[in-house]
């Protein structure tokens, strides 16, 4: 069965670094999203993406937050200077609506544990 | 603003038990709700979708909606320990941004 998958499972990081998280959306899919879920806490939108641009992002998804589809396999989320409040759960997700339908069916990856130090 | 409100539990039932999971949301707009299981270090999956008021059933489980409260609920019928996980529930509009609660966590005790 087709899944997402996300690399690296772990990523630890010190403040001020970047960081790339990287994903394989379903092959088939033409939305691909990242959420994040920071421990104890509701998972959390951060942007959506369609047609090679963003089509939604949150107030979370600042100018330190960057998208990219650099191939046509790929999905990137970079934080530019990470800081300690964005070690969390980043989730990629994607998802092929259906005619007349919307975007409900979302499938997530296992996710990336970011660790800020 | 907080979109979506879940009791985050934790909730404990025998084998065999029916499961009630609630949650309420605040706008009246939202049409499209979902119930999705995250097991413990995995992405969340999408259990049940529905877009009306009324009961949806799919297997053992039941998606009821009741949008002049603003209340969601999940049904777990014959509850099994491959049932424990954490339930969330979510919704949306017409775009992109999901909202979803803090989740319950469930577990089911053989």
């Known amino acids: 069965e087709p899944e997402v998958t996300q690399t690296p499972s772990h990523q630890v990081t010190q403040m001020g670094q970047e960081v790339i998280l990287r994903c394989v959306p379903i092959s088939n899919h033409l939305y691909f999203y990242w959420y994040r879920q920071i421990l104890g806490q509701k998972v959390e939108f951060l942007v959506s993406f369609y047609n090679n641009e963003i089509s939604e992002k949150s107030e979370i998804f600042d100018d330190q937050f960057s998208v990219e589809r650099p191939d046509g396999s790929n999905f990137t989320l970079k934080i530019r200077s990470t800081k300690l409040e964005d070690s969390a759960m980043y989730f990629c997700?994607?998802?092929?609506?259906?005619?007349?339908?919307?975007?409900?069916?979302?499938?997530f990856g296992s996710g990336t544990q970011l660790s800020v130090l | 603003q907080k979109e979506v409100e879940q009791d985050p539990g934790p909730l404990s039932v025998p084998e065999g038990a029916i499961v009630s999971l609630n949650c309420t949301y605040s706008?009246?707009?939202?049409?499209?709700f979902m119930w999705y299981r995250q097991y413990s270090r995995k992405g969340p999956e999408l259990l049940m979708y529905t877009y009306s008021s009324g009961n949806k059933e799919d297997g053992r489980f039941t998606a009821q909606v009741d949008k002049s409260s603003k209340y969601i609920s999940l049904f777990i019928r014959d509850s099994q320990p491959s049932d424990s996980a954490t339930y969330l529930c979510a919704t949306h509009l017409t775009g992109n941004q999901f909202y979803f609660g803090t989740g319950t966590s469930l577990t089911v005790i053989p």
């Open positions: 997700a994607s998802s092929f609506p259906t005619e007349g339908a919307t975007n409900e069916k979302l499938f």
């Open positions: 706008n009246s707009a939202f049409q499209y």
